[in-house]
């Protein structure tokens, strides 16, 4: 009896508590759906039809890890709602208490309603689930080049999986929730919508901050100091020399500033040092943002040790500006209350500072917190669709041949250990597996100088040079005409990875070449860019030269490619296959020095395309988490704090103010709290991503294009302010329905 006397008040009190519990149930089933419809790509039972030529297994296995790390975020969102109706319900909880039942019984039927609420969010989850990963499936589809038909199935392992995480999830959680509910004491559980807002003091967060940024600057310093012979060096670039000063000058100056403030305004302390820190943060950002964009445009000889310790430099200096700007925010609303009473006491806003500076203590470090994760959120949002374009841009210049076979020479040390194979094993295989032919071209690429066989620095290899006959079959391989030279003239090819600047350059101060078979002159028809592979260059260069046959005769050949299209799609069996036996009698490193590599077609877009779509599903999945969680953070931080001001709002009423000023005062608060992370992280995002594309603007122009790059942050942005608009107008009627309730 007294088992179904719990079970039933456990049902009526769900059902009561229904409005409750809604946030808790929109939150938990948002999870459950992301969840399992992301990892239905990864089920043993998921067999979509793409093809002979891929093999689903790698994009499988790569979801399955991407899911595992993103899913911690989604602990921490399932803990965050908890807590938001563990301290809703509290009151409640309280009364009962009071009223004779036992905090122990009290914990478990609490207990109990969030598993029913839980588990009914698994269900409604696993439904949506289901249904939204048709649009996963017709994503993965569209990137394979498949058509997608509308297809509904449960997969019995990841019903599985998704249930057994979740309620394992509710298990633990509500294990500590009852342990809480039992060690708080009634009078605590009582007051708890109604404490008094602590006083407000300095954190000790932006302290830390500071102090590491410092500790920063003080490293920067010393590092600049390390490389002060490069300063001197007259064949730098005066941009360049500026870089070198900039990271002495800007942190020695920070440093003196933050001393000499210190030592005058002892009691002051670093509180108002901040506001000429933040300054000198963005300084500082950028004198150190100019390293690594100044050593791929000035061919700078830094290791990747100085590049990732200016990226630490970077990093950590906006870690910063966002809390000191944050941080600073909160103290300016409180010096404007302080020194303007013309706006302190117009209208309602003495209330509204009141309302703001409440809670200054406590939302400053919550704002910082949230303001990273945005920006983080935000810069996955335009990183994934950027970096799976370039991979897809770059995998159509890279895989233009069924069959690519070619050489190195980087490690020969002795001319007569160059590579002179055609490669027969690959005809023998093709005809062993009846694969038919359409072009098949054998070719050398050649030293325009002997005496260039051992040039191996980085930035000064020598640029080698292909026949005019090869050259024209490639051509004809790719669609393209054909072309003619004179027997004292050369031309260029490029990739399409090279900038125009950069061409224009090298063909300005190239006008003729010296090879060992004569001079040549360039040829009216400077350069070709059309895509030719990445594989018909020198290592570290961007252009090949373009020789008369009758020159090359006379030149050293140095590598040994064969290009190969076939007449049907190769198998991904046969392709791994062919790649198996070929690294077995090639190795990639042989014994005289010579290296080779075999690329296939068909294994170039199955890890490509499959490392796209773990890629891109993987950081939006994880950029709607984070925003999700900040969004939920934000929304039930103000709704929690609705308790507190509804006494304050009554008072207001009293006084006789306006429901529609009290609307607009209530949309005014939200508004600080929403918009200030919001408006921090959108500006902190927008540098560090103009900064990205700044880094890859030439992958950028050769593989994405500027108008698919607008699209993408323009669908961004998009994306952020549906979200960002469904919540606060959301968490808007709320506030006011909460505040309005006088009971």
Known sequence: MGKAMYAKLILKNAKRSLKDYLIYIVTMTICVT??????????????????????????????????????????????????????????????????????????????????????????????????????????????????????????????????????????????????TIQKTKIIDMLSADRENDPALHKSRWIVAAAILFEILTVYALISGIDKIIFYY????????????????????????????????????????????????????????????????????SWGTGTINLYMTFILVDLLFFICALIYLAGNLIVAWKEKSPKHRYNGENLFFFGQIISKLNTTSKTMT????????????????????????????????YDVQIFSKYNNVHEEKDLPTDDYEIITDFLAEHEIETAYDCIFSLYLPKKADFHNRVKYT?????????????????????????????????????????????????????????????????SYYEEAIGET??????????????????????????????????????????????????????????????????????????????????????????????????????????????????????????????????ILKQLGIWFGLPFTVAVVVAAVIITYFIQAISAEVSAYIGLNALLLQIGATVSILAILLICYFMSTWILFKSSVRNTN
């Not at 004198?287 to 050593?295: G, N």
């Not at 996955?380 to 669709?385: E, G, H, T, V």
């Not at 260059?537 to 030269?545: A, E, I, L």
């Open 34 to 179: 992301l969840f399992y419809s992301f990892l239905s790509i990864s089920s043993r039972y998921y067999r979509p039809d793409v093809g002979s030529e891929y093999d689903f297994a790698m994009l499988s296995d790569g979801m399955k890890m991407a899911i595992c790390l993103i899913t911690l975020c989604l602990l921490f969102l399932i803990r965050f709602v908890n807590n938001y109706m563990l301290r809703h319900r509290q009151k409640e909880f309280a009364v009962q208490s009071i009223m004779g039942m036992e905090q122990r019984t009290i914990a478990r039927l609490f207990f109990a309603e969030t598993l029913i609420m839980g588990i009914f969010s698994i269900i409604l989850g696993i439904f949506l689930g289901a249904f939204f990963s048709q649009f996963i499936t017709a994503m993965l589809l569209t990137s394979y080049g498949k058509d997608y038909e509308l297809t509904w199935m449960l997969f019995p392992d990841t019903l599985m999986l998704t249930s057994g995480f979740f309620i394992l999830s509710f298990l633990v959680i509500g294990l500590f929730n009852t342990h």
């Open 233 to 300: 060096d007259s064949r730098f670039a005066l941009p360049v020399r500026m870089m070198f000063w900039g990271n002495i000058f800007f942190p020695a100056v920070t440093l003196l500033c933050s001393v000499f403030h210190l030592i005058a305004k002892r009691k002051a302390g670093l509180y108002t040092l901040l506001p000429a820190l933040l300054g000198f943060s963005v300084l500082n950002a950028f004198t150190a943002a100019s390293v690594p964009l100044f050593t791929n445009r000035y061919y700078l």
């Open 369 to 400: 917190l949230i303001c990273i994760t945005l920006v983080l959120a935000i810069f996955l949002f335009i990183a994934a669709p950027i970096l799976t374009a370039w991979a897809s841009g770059f995998l159509d210049v890279r895989s233009m």
């Open 461 to 525: 290899f020598p640029i080698a040079a292909i026949s005019l006959s090869d050259y024209n079959m490639i051509r004809e391989m790719l669609g393209y005409g054909p072309i003619s030279l004179s027997e004292n003239e050369f031309t260029t090819h490029w990739k399409s990875i090279a900038t125009e600047e950069e061409r224009n350059s090298f063909l300005t101060a190239h006008t003729s070449v010296i090879t060992d078979a004569g001079e040549l002159t360039l040829t009216e028809h």
């Open 536 to 665: 018909a260059y020198n290592s570290y260069t961007n252009v090949v030269y373009i020789f008369p046959d009758s020159i090359c005769k006379k030149l050293l050949p140095v590598m040994r490619n064969r290009y190969i299209i076939t007449t049907q799609t190769i198998s991904y069996r046969y392709a791994l296959a062919l790649e198996r036996f070929f690294t077995a009698q090639y190795p990639e490193q042989t014994d005289t020095g010579v290296s080779y590599a075999i690329r296939l077609r068909t294994l170039q877009i199955n890890s490509t395309k499959a490392g796209n779509f773990v890629l891109q599903a993987s950081m939006l999945y994880g950029a709607i988490v984070l925003m999700v969680i900040c969004l939920t953070v934000l929304s039930l931080q103000q709704l929690l704090d609705a308790g507190q001001y509804r006494y304050r709002f009554l008072v207001l009423r009293k006084l006789g103010v306006e429901e529609q000023r009290i609307t607009r005062l």
